[in-house]
Nanobody
Framework: QVQLVESGGGLVQDGGSLRLFCAVS????????MAWYRQAPGKQRELVADISNGGTINYADSVKGRFTISRDNAGNTVTLKMNSLKPEDTAVYYC?????????????WGQGTQVTVSS
C-alpha cells in the first residue's frame, strides 16, 4: 500500500516562512514526478511546484522567487520551502506523486495540510 504523509503546515504572519514535508511510504515503488498543489476556499486546486525524478522543476508564476521545492537523494521525500508568504497563499496544500507499483502507474495524493497567512 502506498501513502503520502504530509506535515509542516500552520499559521504564520504576512512575510513569514514555512516548510512543508511529504514522504512516500510503501515498498517496491518507483516515484516519478512529485508535486505540491493548493486549494483555497472557493477556488480550484492549482499546481504550486513540481519536481521530476530527474530534477526538473516547475513553479507557478505566483510563487516564483519565494518558494523552493526539493527532493531527498532517495527521491521519496519532497519539501516545499515557502518564504515571503502572503495572505493569498492561504490554502490547503496537497502533496502529489506519480508512482509505479506492481505494474500500475497512477497519481497519489496526500491528505492535505492547512497553511494560513495572516495579514
Amino acid at each position: 500500500q502506498v501513502q503520502l504523509v504530509e506535515s509542516g503546515g500552520g499559521l504564520v504572519q504576512d512575510g513569514g516562512s514555512l516548510r512543508l514535508f511529504c514522504a512516500v511510504s510503501g515498498s517496491g515503488v518507483t516515484i516519478y514526478t512529485m508535486a505540491w498543489y493548493r486549494q483555497a476556499p472557493g477556488k480550484q486546486r492549482e499546481l504550486v511546484a513540481d519536481i521530476s525524478n530527474g530534477g526538473t522543476i516547475n513553479y507557478a508564476d505566483s510563487v516564483k522567487g519565494r518558494f523552493t521545492i526539493s527532493r531527498d537523494n532517495a527521491g521519496n521525500t519532497v519539501t516545499l520551502k515557502m518564504n515571503s508568504l502572503k495572505p493569498e497563499d492561504t490554502a490547503v496544500y496537497y502533496c502529489n506523486a506519480d508512482i509505479w507499483r506492481i505494474g500500475v502507474r497512477r497519481l497519489y495524493w496526500g491528505q492535505g495540510t492547512q497553511v494560513t497567512v495572516s495579514s
